[in-house]
C-alpha cells in the first residue's frame, strides 16, 4: 500500500550528526516532491525543507540553512535527512512528508501522507 | 513564533460547532497561497483534514469544513464528538522564497 516507513529511534550526543530515512512504497517516487518537518516536545510542527525527487533540487529553511541536507536515491524510492552540529533544541519527533499539488485556483501544496515519526533524543 | 497564527485553545460541548482561525500575511495567504488544515492525535503523525482551502481528503466526515477570506482562514467542526479532540494546524506556502509554513497549533478540548 501507499506509505512512508522511517527509521527508527536515534540518541546523539550534542556536536554530532543524525540520518534519518524514509522508504517510500505503494507510488512513483519521482512524481512527489517530499518535505521534513519536525516537533519538538510539546511544540507544534516546524517545516524543515524540502527536495525535488526527480533532480534533486533543494530548499531548507533559513533557520536550518547549513545545518541540513536532504537527500534521495530515487532507484531505492528512500529520502534521508541529515543534520548536523546537534543541539539539545533539536531534539524532536522527525517526520518526512510527501507534497501533492492542488490544481485548482490557488497556489496549493500540502501533505497527503506522512511517514509514523522519528524520535531523535539529543544529549549533552 | 509562528507564521500563521492560531488560537492555543478552543473548547466545545458534544454536538456544538467551533471554529479554529488561522491569520496569515500578504507573502501567504493574502499572497494566493492556499490554506491546507491537518489533525494529529496524541502520539501520531499529523492527519491530512482540509486541502485548498476546503476541500476534504476522501474517508474526511462533512462535520469538518474550510474557509478562507483575504490573509485568514478558518476550519469549522460542526457536531463535536469526543474523538475531536485532537491539536489542529494550518499550513500554507510563501510560493515567493518556495518555503512552507505552519501555524501554532491549536488544542481542542471537548468537554
Known amino acids: 500500500q501507499v506509505q512512508l516507513v522511517q527509521s527508527g529511534a536515534e540518541v546523539k550526543k550534542s556536536g554530532a550528526s543524525v540520518k534519518v530515512s524514509c522508504v517510500a512504497s505503494?507510488?512513483?517516487?519521482?512524481?512527489?516532491?517530499m518535505h521534513w518537518v519536525r516537533q519538538a516536545p510539546g511544540h507544534g510542527l516546524e517545516w524543515m525543507g524540502w527536495?525535488?525527487?526527480?533532480?534533486?533540487?533543494?530548499k531548507y529553511s533559513q533557520k536550518l540553512q547549513g545545518r541540513l541536507s536532504i537527500t534521495r536515491d530515487p532507484s531505492a524510492g528512500t529520502l534521508y535527512m541529515d543534520l548536523s552540529s546537534l543541539r539539545a533544541e533539536d531534539t524532536a519527533v522527525y517526520y518526512c512528508?510527501?507534497?501533492?499539488?492542488?490544481?485548482?485556483?490557488?497556489?496549493?501544496?500540502?501533505?497527503?501522507?506522512w511517514g509514523q515519526g522519528t524520535l531523535v533524543t539529543v544529549s549533552s | 513564533q509562528s507564521v500563521l497564527t492560531q488560537p492555543p485553545s478552543v473548547s466545545g460541548a458534544p454536538g456544538q460547532r467551533v471554529t479554529i482561525s488561522c491569520t496569515g500575511s500578504?507573502?501567504?495567504?493574502?499572497?494566493?497561497?492556499?490554506v491546507h488544515w491537518y489533525q494529529q492525535l496524541p502520539g501520531t503523525a499529523p492527519k491530512l483534514l482540509i486541502y485548498?482551502?476546503?476541500n476534504r481528503p476522501s474517508g474526511v466526515p462533512d462535520r469538518f469544513s474550510g474557509s478562507k477570506s483575504g490573509t485568514s482562514a478558518s476550519l469549522a467542526i460542526t457536531g463535536l464528538q469526543a474523538d475531536d479532540e485532537a491539536y489542529y494546524y494550518c499550513?500554507?506556502?510563501?510560493?515567493?522564497?518556495?518555503?512552507?509554513?505552519f501555524g501554532g497549533g491549536t488544542k481542542l478540548t471537548v468537554l
Open positions: 512528508a510527501r507534497e501533492t499539488y492542488y490544481y485548482g485556483p490557488g497556489d496549493s501544496h500540502y501533505f497527503d501522507l
Open positions: 499550513q500554507s506556502s510563501d510560493s515567493s522564497l518556495s518555503v512552507w509554513v
Open positions: 485548498g482551502n476546503y
Open positions: 500578504s507573502s501567504n495567504i493574502g499572497a494566493g497561497s492556499d
Open positions: 527536495i525535488n525527487t526527480g533532480n534533486g533540487n533543494t
Open positions: 505503494g507510488y512513483t517516487f519521482t512524481s512527489h516532491m
